[in-house]
């Protein structure tokens, strides 16, 4: 299956750091999130796009998890020469990932 088969995203920019959520549709497909989305496997997801650590952070309240990927988008915005200098695509190619 397909994340966004079960959740949605977004994505926001602080620099050269993308912070992109993951929030499941019902609150029963968060434990198979948290189980099978791990900070590795979206570092390996996104190759060589982030070239730096990736952090994730679980809000079980909310549904939700929340990655921090480091130097993932081409040096921010004032610098970085990509169409896509805040890297609002990355949430949905997140959610192409199969589990």
Do not use: C
């Amino acid at each position: 299956m397909k994340l966004w088969e079960i959740a949605h995203s977004r994505t926001g920019d602080k620099g050269n750091i993308s912070n992109i959520s993951l929030i499941v549709y019902e609150k029963e497909n968060y434990d198979l999130i948290q189980r099978k989305v791990t900070a590795e496997i979206v570092r390996a997801w996104f190759g060589d796009r982030v070239k730096g650590k990736v952090d994730r952070y679980e809000l079980p309240q909310l549904g939700a998890l929340n990655f921090v990927l480091y130097d993932a988008l081409e040096g921010g915005v004032t610098s970085a020469s990509t169409l896509d200098k805040h890297g609002k695509s990355m949430s949905s190619y997140l959610l192409m990932m199969e589990i």
